[in-house]
């Protein structure tokens, strides 16, 4: 079970976001065959800026497993049972490009693995993992929104987890489901920006 957040009475407990700017009634409930394992470090589950958060609103098959908590150590026998290909969404460490042709041969269903945290805390965790080190490491090619994300980034060819999951979902299901889920991406850190009282840029997912 996931520890609570401690919130402010006048912030939405699903999106985090204040109440007069919440975006959960333009969630997309999407019901994907691929499942999404959000694999967050403890110390990114409080915070406001985090995305990885938003898989529970939008996704039917996914989850959140934190690590770092003490005496809950992160366990992943029923994704390593179960049937299909298990991924880790990771750059480096020999990963694969995701793209549509490499997806075509790999058995189903997928389970995606994704690390949360900041680069030392998710490296930590791809080495350190039984789970992580059991699946097959992708990457991205690179984001594909310009948008003001709520955490600022100085490497372009970064983007926030929730961008990755849309992206890779677009690989590993429709072209569909990923405008979907980066739509509302789009909608979310608009409002994220009003939140902090700064200038928002949403744009449309680029084709």
Not at 99 to 127: H, I, Y
Request: proline content about 10%; overall charge positive.
């Amino acid at each position: 079970m996931l520890p609570p957040v401690n919130l402010s009475i006048h912030r939405c407990p699903s999106c985090r976001l204040s109440r007069s700017l919440c975006v959960c009634q333009v969630a997309p409930k999407l019901n994907l065959a691929t499942r999404i394992e959000v694999i967050m470090h403890m110390g990114e589950w409080p915070r406001g800026s985090n995305t990885g958060h938003l898989v529970q609103l939008t996704l039917a098959n996914a989850g959140i497993r934190l690590q770092g908590l003490q005496h809950q150590p992160v366990t992943g026998e029923d994704l390593l049972a179960a049937p299909g290909s298990l991924l880790a969404l990771f750059p480096g460490c020999g990963a694969k490009t995701l793209t549509p042709e490499f997806v075509a041969g790999l058995p189903k269903p997928c389970t995606l693995l994704v690390p949360d945290g900041n680069w030392g805390q998710t490296k930590s965790m791809m080495r350190r993992l039984p789970l992580l080190k059991a699946a097959i490491p992708v990457a991205l090619p690179g984001p594909t929104l310009n948008v003001n994300r709520p955490r600022r980034n100085i490497f372009a060819d970064r983007m926030s987890t929730f961008e990755a999951i849309a992206q890779a979902i677009g690989c590993l299901e429709s072209a569909e489901a990923e405008t979907a889920l980066l739509t509302f991406f789009t909608t979310f850190a608009a409002q994220f920006m009003k939140m902090r009282g700064r200038a928002a840029v949403p744009l449309d997912p680029e084709p």
